[in-house]
């Protein structure tokens, strides 16, 4: 009993001076109350405090951290959205003051969950409430910058910062979303029409492009050998003409009577005609008579050239 007695005073030391150190985690503060007043703030490594008066009020976080939210907004054509988000927040700073706020604004973490949860919710509902139910979707960004500028402010007088906050999913009511479906299907529709008019009316345009070219080359092709025909005949007759000239020439300085060759060429020209006939039929008048009223009219051709 009196080798109790005599250590206890030692015990009781030992039990003052390690209560007098103090752990505090990285990533967190220790925030130190003097008999429930507010003392000081430890930051990470071993500290000291003072035993019994002084005490750990509260672990203060500075790590990022995050939470889900799931809420529903009403559009101002009165449309129900549904939103799924994750709000991701961090302390602002860690000075002295900042620290205090967090540590003294609410009573507890479940009390600051609730009113940031509250809060943002509000600012999102605000914002879809001045929009209609066809923007929402395209709205993503804004609605995330105009949540931010309007909540900043706000969690600064609690000590915090909004570093992100991610609308995840987006939905509307089934029969809107069905309503939306029927919409999206009929424009699809539309644009397909209109994108086959298009090109119906292209392809007809091209055909009838290539039709006109067609008829245009065509006609002038047919110009051109009318016109090469024409030349042909025209240099075929002159040919024959200065040929029975000369010959009739010949002839008159041979004191030859013209008919020979009048009548060689009848002959040769009827010779022709059955050779290069190809099946033609043509009808002649072989008798003598005929001959020589073709003799004549030979004769007469003759004159007029000269």
Not at 168 to 175: C, E, P, V
């Given at each position: 009993?009196?080798?109790?007695?005599?250590?206890?005073?030692?015990?009781?030391?030992?039990?003052?001076?390690?209560?007098?150190?103090?752990?505090?985690?990285?990533?967190?503060?220790?925030?130190?109350?003097?008999?429930?007043?507010?003392?000081?703030?430890?930051?990470?490594?071993?500290?000291?405090?003072?035993?019994?008066?002084?005490?750990?009020?509260?672990?203060?976080?500075?790590?990022?951290?995050?939470?889900?939210?799931?809420?529903?907004?009403?559009?101002?054509?009165?449309?129900?959205?549904?939103?799924?988000?994750?709000?991701?927040?961090?302390?602002?700073?860690e000075q002295e003051e900042?620290?205090?706020?967090?540590?003294?604004?609410?009573?507890?973490?479940?009390?600051?969950?609730?009113?940031?949860?509250?809060?943002?919710?509000?600012?999102?509902?605000?914002y879809v409430a001045s929009?209609?139910?066809?923007?929402?979707?395209?709205?993503?960004?804004?609605?995330?910058?105009?949540?931010?500028?309007?909540?900043?402010?706000t969690l600064e007088t609690?000590?915090?910062?909004?570093?992100?906050?991610?609308?995840?999913?987006?939905?509307?009511?089934?029969?809107?979303?069905?309503?939306?479906?029927?919409?999206?299907?009929?424009?699809?529709?539309?644009?397909?029409?209109?994108?086959?008019?298009?090109?119906?009316?292209?392809?007809?345009?091209?055909?009838?492009?290539?039709?006109?070219?067609?008829?245009?080359?065509?006609?002038?092709?047919?110009?051109?050998?009318?016109?090469?025909?024409?030349?042909?005949?025209?240099?075929?007759?002159?040919?024959?003409?200065?040929?029975?000239?000369?010959?009739?020439?010949?002839?008159?300085?041979?004191?030859?009577?013209?008919?020979?060759?009048?009548?060689?060429?009848?002959?040769?020209?009827?010779?022709?005609?059955?050779?290069?006939?190809?099946?033609?039929?043509?009808?002649?008048?072989?008798?003598?008579?005929?001959?020589?009223?073709?003799?004549?009219?030979?004769?007469?051709?003759?004159?007029?050239?000269?």
């Amino acid at each position: 009993m009196n080798n109790i007695i005599i250590y206890l005073p030692f015990v009781l030391i030992a039990i003052v001076v390690f209560s007098s150190f103090l752990s505090v985690t990285q990533g967190s503060i220790a925030v130190i109350t003097l008999f429930g007043k507010y003392r000081r703030v430890l930051h990470p490594g071993l500290r000291m405090k003072i035993p019994i008066f002084e005490k750990v009020y509260k672990h203060i976080s500075v790590q990022n951290q995050s939470i889900e939210m799931e809420f529903q907004a009403v559009t101002i054509d009165q449309a129900n959205v549904y939103f799924k988000s994750m709000l991701l927040y961090s302390v602002m700073d860690e000075q002295e003051e900042t620290i205090k706020k967090v540590a003294f604004k609410f009573i507890s973490q479940k009390d600051l969950m609730q009113a940031l949860i509250r809060t943002i919710e509000g600012s999102i509902r605000a914002y879809v409430a001045s929009q209609k139910q066809s923007e929402i979707l395209g709205l993503r960004n804004e609605l995330v910058d105009s949540v931010k500028n309007q909540i900043d402010h706000t969690l600064e007088t609690w000590g915090y910062h909004l570093l992100d906050l991610q609308i995840n999913d987006i939905t509307f009511d089934q029969a809107i979303i069905e309503s939306m479906s029927k919409v999206v299907a009929s424009n699809n529709l539309k644009a397909a029409a209109e994108n086959e008019g298009q090109a119906l009316l292209i392809t007809k345009t091209k055909a009838a492009e290539a039709d006109g070219n067609a008829i245009k080359i065509a006609a002038l092709a047919e110009k051109e050998a009318a016109m090469l025909r024409g030349q042909g005949v025209a240099l075929f007759r002159q040919e024959v003409a200065k040929g029975m000239s000369e010959a009739a020439e010949q002839m008159q300085q041979a004191n030859l009577d013209t008919n020979v060759i009048l009548f060689s060429m009848w002959t040769e020209a009827i010779k022709n005609f059955a050779e290069y006939g190809k099946g033609n039929t043509i009808f002649l008048d072989g008798s003598a008579e005929g001959m020589q009223r073709t003799m004549k009219q030979i004769q007469s051709m003759l004159t007029k050239e000269k």
